[in-house]
């Protein structure tokens, strides 16, 4: 079995601050997601990358950047912080379309 | 655009009673999995099931393509059952669509 690791699991930041979030997996998946989740408003798509060095926007992707460094990790920025946000942010992997997903625990975020 | 409407929000059960959450998408669907999230916790796939009847354990599954709709059963609940229940479709492109999910509570 694999398994995917999201770190940090809480981030605090401040207003304005660009702050990086990391995912990492070693399913030896093609396709990894972003996702971000706001009580009552579900899951929502951020970035998505088919495979490495591919970069899709979602939803959701004004205010964020990700980068593909390699097939195992896929990082989210947040660009400039917005005061009283508060998130969870869900990386998945995938073999591709159609494929189950599989989900890393998850990285809070707080920003004061 | 595509949806996912799951139904109902909230459900609350008595220990051993059955669960039966729904979920309604409005496209054709080429993969469709149920998800559990527990409180505060990550994403847990429970089943996939594009069409048919699927069981595993106490959950079945039964999805009806050309309806466009699923359905997730679970038998006997119990309280460590309680979370959140989301359902989740591929429509043959890599942007899966979730739905709002069925918050679960079970008593004691």
């Known amino acids: 079995g694999g398994i995917i690791t999201q770190t940090p699991k809480f981030l605090i930041g401040q207003e304005g601050q660009k702050l990086t979030l990391k995912c990492q997996q070693n399913?030896?998946?093609?396709?990894m997601y972003w996702y971000r989740q706001d009580s009552g408003k579900g899951l929502r798509l951020i970035y998505y990358?088919?495979?490495?060095?591919?970069?899709q926007k979602g939803d959701l992707s004004e205010g964020y950047d990700a980068s593909r460094e390699k097939k195992s990790s896929f990082s989210l920025t947040v660009t400039s912080a917005q005061k009283n946000e508060m998130a969870v942010f869900l990386c998945?992997?995938?073999?591709?379309?159609?494929?189950?997903?599989?989900f890393g625990s998850g990285t809070r975020l707080l920003v004061i | 655009g595509q949806q996912v409407q799951q139904s109902p929000a909230s459900l609350v059960l008595q220990e051993g009673e059955n669960a039966e959450l729904q979920c309604n998408f409005s496209?054709?669907?080429?993969?469709l999995q149920w998800f559990y999230q527990s409180p505060g916790g990550s994403l847990v796939s429970l089943l996939s099931?594009?069409?048919g009847t699927k069981h595993t354990g106490r959950l079945t599954s039964t999805t009806v393509t050309k309806e466009r709709r699923s359905s997730l059963h679970i038998s006997s609940s119990q309280t460590t059952d309680s979370g959140t229940y989301l359902c989740?479709?591929?429509?043959?492109?890599?942007?899966?669509?979730f739905g709002k999910g069925t918050h679960l509570h079970v008593l004691p």
């Open positions: 998945a992997s995938s073999r591709g379309a159609n494929s189950d997903y599989t």
């Open positions: 399913f030896n998946h093609d396709t």
């Open positions: 990358s088919i495979t490495e060095n591919d970069l």
């Open positions: 496209s054709t669907a080429t993969q």
């Open positions: 099931n594009p069409s």
């Open positions: 989740a479709i591929d429509t043959n492109a890599y942007k899966v669509i």
